[in-house]
């Protein structure tokens, strides 16, 4: 197991942020995106690892897959990407020069304001397409979106389960 950026104490994941992807949803997803020899692809919230697994199924090589989660404990399918377990994605998304392609994933749903301070203030750090910082009141979903747009290359291609309020926040 490979170690990120340093997460204050031993990182816990509430229930609260445990959204679980049906294989059959991951699989359309990762096909509706497609895969291109030269794609670099990202899972900033691995979890168990459906999206990874779904990625092995259209043979995308370990190489060409950074999965991310702040859990600590291994996932089945770590071993199909170069996987940073317990390693707080927004803070990452800040400090890395890697960029990617395409990006796949179904992210926390918990309000920003019930998260670390440390976590609250990478959140904030991020833009929208629009350019206006991400508010305190919006909830992790919307800061995981657009620290993956930020790490995105021009050109690539996103696919995010979010929940029914993307339509209904007014800050997204």
Do not use: Q
């Not at 959140?123 to 919307?142: D, H, I, M, Q, T």
């Amino acid at each position: 197991m490979k170690k990120g950026l340093p997460v204050p104490s031993r990182p816990r994941v509430p229930a609260s942020c445990r959204v679980y992807t049906p294989p059959a949803v991951a699989d359309a997803m990762v096909a509706a995106l497609g895969d291109m020899p030269d794609d670099m692809w990202l899972e900033p919230c691995a979890g168990g690892g459906v999206f990874l697994e779904a990625l092995s199924k259209i043979r995308v090589p370990r190489a060409r897959i950074r999965a991310i989660d702040l859990d600590v404990t291994p996932g089945p399918f770590d071993g199909l990407a170069r996987t940073l377990r317990a390693t707080e994605f927004l803070s990452w998304a800040n400090a890395t020069k890697e960029r990617f392609t395409k990006i796949v994933a179904n992210p926390p749903y918990v309000a920003l304001h019930k998260l670390p301070l440390s976590v609250r203030s990478a959140a904030c750090s991020f833009k929208s397409l629009a350019g206006e910082a991400v508010p305190l009141r919006a909830n992790s979903w919307y800061a995981f979106l657009c620290g993956s747009l930020r790490i995105l290359r021009p050109g690539g291609s996103i696919c995010f389960v979010l929940p029914a309020a993307w339509e209904y926040a007014n800050y997204a």
